[in-house]
């Protein structure tokens, strides 16, 4: 499949730019008032793994190309949106071109920094949008980000009840990215296999349950079309081999054929 396209969407100034900026390192308006993002910015996003950096070493790779997620800082959505509030119709079309959705939820207080409700209040927050989707027929898969504040350390955290799996995150982020990145990859059932030779190494997204062709696909349409078979390796059986012609000489390269489900961390060869 090709990159996973996840909409990072929310009220006016939660902190929908800011939090893209952090993913992205990529410089888009995140200035202190509503609808400064006209048009959504677009951030391509590697997904963390660790496996992928063994895997290039062992195989002195000349390149080392993991999987990413595009990351799409949509503007603020606003309540009538569905009806073409603000800029709603513009916004709602953006969001219908994702395979997932990111809702940031602000959850501090912060005199400075206005609400375009003039409160915070969280669960109000997250009818409004959720009810604008609903209005406009969108039905995606969405992750929660709660976004705490530095400027206001000693206020408590409520305790809130969301629809769907969330994530907290501070206006620093750090290392808080990483998970935010693997929790929307897996938002959507998505596996990782992986490909490894003098050339390149690199990680793949597949679906969960995916047989060996339509994981191939990833690779290109020939690999599901002419597939033929798969050799597969257990990266942890890969690495503690040391290379693929041990893991090959204590049988444990596997050939499978058009039936096998592709599992998360497989390293495989395609026979077309």
């Known amino acids: 499949m090709s990159s996973l396209s996840i909409g990072i969407v929310g009220l006016p100034n939660v902190g929908k730019s800011t939090?893209?900026?952090?993913?992205?390192?990529?410089?888009?308006?995140?200035?202190?008032?509503?609808?400064?993002?006209?048009?959504?910015?677009?951030?391509?996003?590697?997904?963390p793994d660790e496996r992928?950096?063994?895997?290039?070493?062992?195989?002195?790779?000349?390149?080392?190309?993991?999987?990413?997620?595009?990351?799409?800082?949509?503007?603020g959505l606003v309540k009538g949106a569905s009806e073409g509030a603000g800029l709603g119709n513009k916004f709602l079309s953006h969001i219908r071109e994702v395979d997932a959705i990111i809702e940031v939820v602000r959850i501090f207080e912060d005199k400075d920094i206005i609400h375009v409700n003039n409160k915070v209040d969280p669960l109000f927050d997250i009818e409004i949008i959720n009810m604008e989707?609903?209005?406009?027929?969108?039905?995606?898969?969405?992750?929660?980000?709660?976004?705490?504040?530095?400027?206001?350390?000693?206020t408590p955290l409520r305790i809130i009840d969301l629809p769907g799996p969330s994530?907290?995150?501070?206006?620093?982020?750090?290392?808080?990215?990483?998970?935010?990145?693997?929790?929307?990859?897996?938002?959507?059932?998505?596996?990782?296999?992986l490909t490894t030779g003098e050339d390149e190494s690199r990680a793949w997204t597949t679906r969960r349950g995916?047989?060996?062709?339509?994981?191939?696909?990833?690779?290109?349409?020939?690999?599901?079309?002419?597939?033929?078979?798969?050799?597969?390796?257990?990266?942890?059986?890969?690495?503690?081999s040391g290379s693929y012609a041990k893991a090959r000489e204590k049988g444990?390269?596997?050939t499978e054929g058009k039936e096998y489900i592709v599992k998360d961390g497989d390293v495989v060869e395609f026979k077309i």
């Open 19 to 47: 939090l893209f900026n952090a993913l992205t390192k990529k410089s888009v308006p995140a200035e202190n008032y509503p609808f400064c993002t006209i048009d959504p910015s677009v951030g391509i996003v590697p997904v």
């Open 167 to 193: 994530i907290k995150v501070d206006p620093i982020f750090g290392t808080g990215l990483d998970n935010l990145i693997k929790a929307s990859y897996d938002l959507l059932d998505l596996i990782t296999f």
């Open 133 to 154: 989707l609903e209005l406009a027929g969108i039905k995606k898969p969405t992750l929660y980000v709660l976004n705490m504040s530095e400027a206001s350390p000693s």
């Open 52 to 75: 992928l950096e063994k895997l290039s070493a062992m195989s002195k790779s000349k390149k080392t190309i993991p999987a990413v997620v595009e990351f799409v800082d949509i503007a």
């Open 252 to 254: 444990l390269v596997r």
């Open 210 to 240: 995916s047989t060996a062709p339509e994981a191939g696909r990833a690779i290109h349409n020939d690999f599901k079309e002419k597939f033929i078979r798969a050799e597969v390796v257990a990266y942890d059986d890969l690495i503690t």
